[in-house]
């Protein structure tokens, strides 16, 4: 490991640069190198500047991947088409995330195997308790605008369903996934279970009660 010599350094411009460390500390070593002595040689400096800004081991690592992933959203796309958006979104982020995501999930079983959590968990902790409308929401959202759906669905689990069959997809192969399966997952799943009478009932119910 290359270690950095100690610098001077304040405010944002040491708080990147213990930033940067970090991620290529879980990179290389995984979460159980990940340990302040390791960040703060990589970052050559201190472990108490680092204690400072994060007491806790895994409110570092919270803040590492809040900058390197999750503070990247990925780009919507408006074709005008709700098949050709979504077809189009999970192509950018097999493109351009794939191998981040392959990164993460395995350098992280170690972090979901001793807290018992997931890797859903660990996303609710990443958002914060403001949310970030996501790139599939705001898809249904113009196809419901432009008469595609007949209402939004309320449940985010139905929403989200590509990206979470895509990452599935890639966490069981640890590789892009292949264009037919992408196409398998809107066309075959997604879009039907979208059109669904139960899917649009439920959204209609949620409308009714908001104006009631």
């Known amino acids: ?33 990940f340990t302040y002595e390791a960040v703060a040689a990589r970052a050559g400096t201190s472990r108490p500047v680092l204690y400072r800004r994060w007491p806790r081991r895994e409110e570092m690592l919270f803040a590492t991947l ?38 993460i999930s395995v350098q992280l079983m170690d972090y979901f195997r001793d807290t018992g959590s ?24 113009r196809a419901v605008q432009r008469g595609e759906l007949a209402a939004e669905p309320v449940s985010d689990r139905v929403v989200d369903l590509p990206f979470d069959l895509f990452r599935h997809e ?23 279970l979208l059109h669904a009478p139960g899917v649009s009932s439920l959204a209609k119910q949620r409308d009714s009660g908001e104006s009631a």
């Open 170 to 192: 890639m966490l069981m192969t640890m590789k892009p996934a292949a264009d037919a399966a992408i196409v398998a997952i809107v066309d075959e799943v997604w879009l039907p």
């Open 66 to 103: 809040r900058k390197y992933w999750w503070s990247r959203p990925l780009e919507v796309p408006d074709t005008g088409s709700l098949r050709d958006d979504a077809l189009a979104f999970l192509r950018g982020a097999n493109e351009s995330r794939a191998q981040l995501m392959a990164v």
């Open 118 to 141: 997931s890797f859903s968990e660990l996303r609710e902790i990443l958002r914060g308790p403001v949310r970030r409308v996501s790139g599939l929401r705001i898809m249904v959202r």
């Open 1 to 33: 490991m290359d270690l950095k010599p100690p610098t001077r350094r304040r405010g944002p411009e040491l708080e990147d640069a213990l930033l940067d460390a970090a991620w290529e500390v879980l990179v290389h070593d995984g979460y159980p190198g």
